[in-house]
């Protein structure tokens, strides 16, 4: 195969932390192999005058990219896990899923105070409807307000007194070397996170065996077993990665162990399941079902449109 490959990747800070971690990987995995990144703009990049689940929800990341790909001027496409669609158009894969950093939600405060010490109607700044959902429930007197952005913008924005505090992910912290600003690490318990948090996933066309074959000695199977059964939670009910649905799963004796929850943005309700199964697409579809059972389908409709 040609031993030159480019990889597609967003331009922002995190996202090139990320690119440049695989090429790094590629090229120690396969000497000999040159690995270019090629960087694009798109259109969740743009927007950021309003909420994602208004514009189009997380895929509006990955599409330029995918198109890269089908264009000739990309071979991979690496991304977030948490921000790549559950399900993915035709003709693409995920060749390799791992790399899974600490999966938790922080909360970054200016005071330093921890969530249970913010005053009344502290104002938080995240980006996510699963966040937002979460936090009111445990504490309705937030004040939790939309804020788009990178990493360093949102923190600039927390410093310049916009917000009270931040939720942001544990591992966007930890690769950009920033986690001396975290205050708190969320337990899961009170902040589950979205399907694939802190995992890295390489996109590639399904019809190039070559390039899927290359990537295997990146894939960590248990990781992407656990990413794999959150994504199935996501789209055993139709949920794009900008609604309230939030997926964790664990690999265990016993298979794959997966916690989900469903919240209305108001924070008002908070639906929970488990499920357990030897196959993660079967822990993922049974968790869906006993969230469906639950009311997840009707609450999630309302959001759309809104």
Not at 136 to 156: A, F
Not at 184 to 192: F, T
Request: aromatic content about 4%; some cysteine; overall charge negative.
């Amino acid at each position: 195969m040609n031993r030159r490959l480019r990889i597609a990747t967003r331009k922002s800070p995190l996202a090139l932390w990320q690119a440049e971690h695989i090429k790094a990987a590629l090229e120690t995995a396969h000497p000999g192999l040159e690995v270019e990144l090629v960087g694009f703009v798109t259109s969740g990049d743009r927007w950021l005058s309003a909420p994602l689940s208004e514009v189009g929800g997380k895929g509006l990341f990955v599409k330029e990219l995918e198109q890269a790909m089908l264009d000739g001027t990309a071979d991979l496409a690496v991304h977030s896990m948490k921000d790549v669609p559950a399900a993915l158009p035709d003709p693409f894969v995920l060749g390799a899923i791992g790399y899974r950093a600490d999966v938790r939600d922080v909360l970054v405060s200016r005071t330093g105070a921890p969530l249970a010490a913010l005053p009344e109607s502290a104002r938080i700044g995240t980006a996510s409807l699963r966040r937002a959902a979460q936090l009111r429930h445990l504490r309705r007197d937030l004040r939790v307000e939309p804020i788009r952005g990178n990493v360093n913008t949102r923190l600039d924005k927390l410093d310049a007194g916009d917000y009270d505090a931040l939720v942001l992910a544990s591992a966007g912290l930890e690769r950009l070397g920033l986690s001396g600003r975290v205050t708190e690490y969320l337990d899961l318990e009170v902040s589950l996170p979205a399907a694939g948090q802190g995992a890295i996933g390489i996109e590639c066309r399904a019809d190039r065996a070559d390039l899927i074959a290359l990537l295997q000695p990146l894939n960590d199977p248990d990781v992407a077993r656990c990413v794999t059964a959150e994504r199935a939670v996501s789209r055993g009910l139709n949920a794009d990665c900008s609604l309230p649905v939030a997926a964790y799963a664990e690999c265990g004796e016993r298979g794959v162990f997966v916690r989900a929850r469903v919240g209305s943005p108001d924070g008002v309700t908070l639906l929970h399941a488990e499920a357990t199964a030897s196959d993660p697409e079967d822990a993922g579809a049974q968790a869906a079902d006993e969230l469906r059972a639950r009311g997840a389908t009707e609450l999630l409709e309302s959001l759309h449109g809104q």
